[in-house]
């Protein structure tokens, strides 16, 4: 079984198009994480749940929402697609927000990415 | 501007050497992670260190973190192909910050 499952993995659309990206761990996480990793491979937060709360909202368009519907599931929708959200997105999960788990004690555990391609 | 600053981006070495990493900050971190990343695949992690000062290993890697807590180094002795990947180190304030990284390939 995948710890965190990501769908899917390869997503080709047209600008102008709303898509979406799930994401669900098997972990017993409590948070759960959006990363954008850009053709340079840097890997940046997006945002972060905390037990279906939004606790980190990094600058991020509006045009991003993400949607936890449980601990388990943290969803990322994406209106009117532009050429620069071309990236690799990566969903992660720890057991606790990073300030809660004490120092050094939180370890992110990440799905294997789902690389959107807007045209 | 990015808060970690990885180096080199890219390292080319053949079998056998040995390379060394570094990811460099001007601000303190409660930790720092060392994560790798191959192809296709979402990064998996290496260590934690915690302590400033502090020297990991693990087989033929050495991560050490910085007095100041402010940088840290990725040693590989005798490297191998099985080596080759995307390195990323992470400090912990908030939440996890990532570095561009450091792309090593291992020729045989």
């Known amino acids: 079984d995948t710890a965190v499952s990501q769908t899917p993995k390869y997503l080709v659309t047209q600008m102008g198009n709303d898509k979406s990206i799930k994401c669900e761990q098997n972990l017993g996480h409590d948070t759960m994480y959006w990363y954008k990793q850009d053709s340079k491979k840097f890997l940046k937060i997006m945002f972060s749940?905390?037990?279906?709360?939004?606790?980190i909202n990094e600058t991020v368009p509006n045009r991003f929402s993400p949607k936890s519907p449980d601990k388990a599931h943290l969803n990322l929708h994406i209106n009117s697609l532009e050429l620069g959200d071309s990236a690799v997105y990566f969903c992660?999960?720890?057991?606790?927000?990073?300030?809660?788990?004490?120092?050094?004690?939180?370890?992110?555990?990440f799905g294997a990415g789902s690389r959107l391609t807007v045209l | 501007t990015q808060l970690l600053e990885q180096s080199p981006q890219f390292l080319s070495i053949q079998e056998g050497e040995n390379l060394t990493v570094y990811c460099n900050s001007s601000?303190?971190?409660?930790?720092l992670q060392w994560y790798r990343q191959e192809p296709g695949e979402g990064p998996v992690l290496l260590v934690t260190v915690v302590t400033g000062g502090e020297v990991k290993k693990l087989k033929r890697l050495t991560f050490q973190f910085g007095d100041a807590r402010k940088d840290s180094s990725l040693h590989i002795t005798a490297a191998q192909p099985g080596d080759t990947g995307l390195y990323l180190c992470a400090g912990e304030r908030y939440d996890m910050r990532f570095g561009a990284g450091t792309r090593l390939t291992v020729k045989p």
């Open positions: 749940y905390n037990n279906k709360e939004l606790i």
């Open positions: 601000s303190v971190f409660s930790s």
């Open positions: 992660a999960s720890s057991r606790l927000p990073t300030p809660w788990a004490g120092r050094g004690a939180n370890v992110l555990t």
